[in-house]
């Protein structure tokens, strides 16, 4: 049972309390109990108490008003149904107001016996109140008292251990950190060791290798000195020797009585001769107090070689000239000789002795018109000047003979028809990869360098879907090779001529064909030397009864049905031919050393020089070579190409104004330009655009 339970079951908890009772309750309860002690109301009172109702009756009036009035305001915007509920409500708060006057009338009889009941309890309970109020206040301050003597020995023990496990911790760290430095004092003296060793040995190393590189460096300057000792006395053994052979050549030419019997061959070989003579004393000139390269020694004994030809050339002009001149002689002789002999006859028949008409005799003279083809295209057209370089020339041919061979041998590929699905695969497999090259990145260019060499070297290559082989049919290696070099070409004809700058992805594709499969370089000069012919360099002249087409064809033209393309179209196209080949020059090939590289193009250079120059073109391809080639012929000949610039601007340039059109004259300006910008800056030219050094191979 809980402890409202308890309470209820006492005496005083089963009492019955009645708070809400009316009159006749009240009056039967007070029967029973004793009288009530008298009670005097007091005038003043009464005199409060009806105050406090007529107040209270005021107040409840105004609140009855004032609900009446916010009342009859919402009636005035409800139905008629709320004003009936209002004064309903109205009426039973007037009879609650009426009953509870009475009650309180008959209260007031028993008022005071129940306030002195009620006063007396109040103080009994805030005696017990107080006393209560106390023994807490006792009890709270000694429990207080206690928790905090309990919490100051618990604070205490606290600090103790927390004191305790600092020391111990401290005496760790401590002990940690001496275990450290001892092995931190032992490693560094370790390393002060090892660096003290190490340090002698690089000062040993680096004074080996300071020795090793002045040894090198001395052995380098003798090397250089002797060379140069070396390759100037062959310079000077070739220059005395194309001297004795000119000055034999005219002690030959002088002594010959029938000089009016040397053909027209003949002379030009002359000239060609004396233009050999200079170009040697040319070179010599160069070469004093300047560096002599290995080319310079490869140019003059291509010059002596070339003389010694035209030499052979011209003496057996010579000795074909004493021939016919000694023949003419011969017929002169025999001639007057059946004249006189006539003379004599017409004597003896006529009558008086009198001398008749001669007799008309005629015996053909014995001429030779054959002519050597090299002596015939060393002179361009008019026998004035020089077209072509005879070791060029000859070089030239022997191209032009193993393109036509490869086309004749490959010719089946097309003829057969059950081969010409063969041929259209190995086609794919070239013109694929080639037509993809760009400048992305040097793995894109070993990418496709890497499939035209898988495809070259007879391992099976994937062409949509299916496989391709060169082993498939002997005509298919040269034929992939033939048609590589074809492409190459084309891109420069097609690519490069709009997007000068594509060239160098080209070469760098083409040197690395070059340098792994020879006969592709072969193929690549033939078809270059065949769209452009300036590239020998080959002025063609035109042959005696050539047509027009054919003539302009032979020069790289292109026919659109019978109408030749415009000069400035031909010019442009073959600027993209040679920016290609000249890039293939200076490009880098992914390994070993170029097979085709900077000193091919000093040679070129030096074979333009000897040549007369013709309209527009040799300004044209003398200024792409140079923008292109200018830099790393710059760094690497230095003194020499400035001279080389040189000659080109006091000599070449008023050469070519004399021969440029309105056409070429926007090429003529900016090769002078460039030109006079490089000799300002002592033979340096900028970079050209889209250039890729060797290390892009890497990227």
């Not at 308890?6 to 009288?35: A, I, M, P, Q």
């Not at 004074?207 to 062959?234: D, V």
């Not at 290995?294 to 000239?321: D, F, N």
Request: hydrophobic share 30%.
């Amino acid at each position: 049972m809980g402890i409202i339970d308890n309470l209820r079951n006492t005496n005083k908890g089963r009492l019955s309390y009645e708070r809400d009772f009316d009159g006749t309750k009240v009056k039967s309860l007070l029967k029973e109990c004793s009288s009530p002690p008298a009670l005097h109301i007091s005038p003043k009172f009464s005199q409060n108490l009806s105050l406090e109702e007529k107040d209270d009756n005021t107040r409840k009036d105004e609140e009855i008003s004032s609900y009446c009035k916010s009342e009859e305001n919402k009636s005035k915007q409800n139905s008629p149904v709320i004003l009936t509920q209002l004064t309903s409500s109205v009426r039973s708060i007037e009879d609650t107001r009426i009953v509870n006057m009475k009650q309180k009338v008959a209260l007031s009889e028993f008022g005071s016996s129940r306030l002195a009941v009620k006063k007396y309890e109040e103080s009994l309970l805030e005696q017990a109140r107080k006393a209560a109020k106390v023994q807490k206040q006792r009890e709270f301050e000694e429990a207080e008292n206690r928790f905090e003597r309990e919490a100051e020995l618990k604070v205490q023990e606290l600090e103790q251990k927390a004191n305790f496990d600092v020391l111990k911790r401290i005496q760790s760290i401590e002990l940690q950190n001496e275990s450290q430095a001892a092995e931190i004092v032992k490693q560094h003296r370790l390393l002060k060791e090892t660096h003290d060793q190490r340090k002698q040995i690089h000062d040993a190393r680096i004074q080996e290798a300071e020795q090793a590189r002045r040894k090198l460096r001395q052995e380098e300057i003798r090397r250089k000195e002797q060379e140069y000792k070396e390759r100037l006395e062959k310079i000077t053994k070739c220059a005395a020797q194309l001297s004795r052979l000119n000055t034999k050549i005219h002690e030959d030419v002088h002594s010959c009585k029938y000089q009016n019997y040397i053909s027209e061959p003949g002379k030009k070989s002359l000239t060609l001769i004396e233009k050999y003579v200079t170009n040697m004393d040319t070179l010599v000139k160069m070469c004093q107090g300047g560096e002599i390269t290995v080319e310079m020694c490869e140019q003059c004994k291509t010059i002596l070689e070339s003389a010694s030809e035209a030499y052979e050339l011209i003496r057996k002009e010579l000795e074909r000239a004493v021939n016919e001149g000694k023949e003419a002689e011969k017929e002169k002789q025999l001639k007057l000789q059946q004249e006189q002999a006539a003379v004599e006859a017409n004597k003896q028949n006529q009558p008086g002795g009198s001398a008749g008409t001669p007799l008309a005799t005629s015996t053909p003279v014995v001429t030779n018109n054959r002519q050597t083809n090299l002596t015939d295209l060393a002179g361009a057209t008019g026998g004035q000047s020089l077209c072509v370089d005879i070791q060029a020339f000859r070089r030239y041919t022997e191209l032009q003979e193993k393109l036509k061979r490869v086309e004749q041998s490959t010719a089946v590929l097309s003829s057969t028809p059950q081969l010409k699905k063969y041929k259209f695969d190995l086609q794919k497999a070239v013109n694929t990869p080639i037509n993809a090259i760009s400048t992305v990145s040097g793995d894109h260019l070993r990418d496709k360098l890497k499939r035209l060499l898988l495809l070259l070297s007879g391992q099976q290559v994937e062409v949509t879907g299916r496989t391709v082989s060169i082993k498939q049919h002997p005509q298919g290696g040269d034929f992939s090779k033939y048609l590589i070099a074809k492409m190459m070409v084309k891109k420069g004809d097609e690519q490069v001529s709009s997007k000068h700058e594509s060239a160098f992805a080209l070469g760098m594709v083409a040197a690395g064909l070059w340098r792994e499969v020879p006969d592709i370089g072969d193929l690549l000069l033939a078809h270059f030397h065949s769209q452009c012919p300036y590239l020998v360099p080959y002025y063609i002249p035109r042959q005696e009864g050539q047509s027009d087409e054919d003539y302009f064809r032979s020069r790289g033209y292109k026919y659109e049905g019978e109408v030749v393309e415009k000069h400035d179209k031909f010019l442009k196209r073959m600027s993209g031919i040679m920016r290609l080949y000249f890039s293939i020059m200076v490009s880098s090939p992914p390994r070993g050393e170029h097979p085709h590289g900077i000193q091919y193009a000093w040679t070129w250079i030096t074979r333009v020089l000897n040549l007369e120059p013709e309209t527009d073109i040799t300004a044209a391809m003398i200024y792409d070579f140079l923008q292109v080639t200018g830099n790393m012929l710059c760094h690497t000949y230095k003194k020499q190409f400035l001279k080389l610039l040189h000659i080109l601007v006091k000599e070449l340039l008023p050469k070519l104004k004399s021969v440029s059109s309105e056409a070429g004259s926007g090429t003529l300006t900016r090769l002078q330009m460039l030109l006079e910008n490089s000799v300002k800056h002592h033979g340096e030219i900028p970079v050209p655009d889209g250039f890729l050094k060797s290390n892009f191979w890497l990227s």
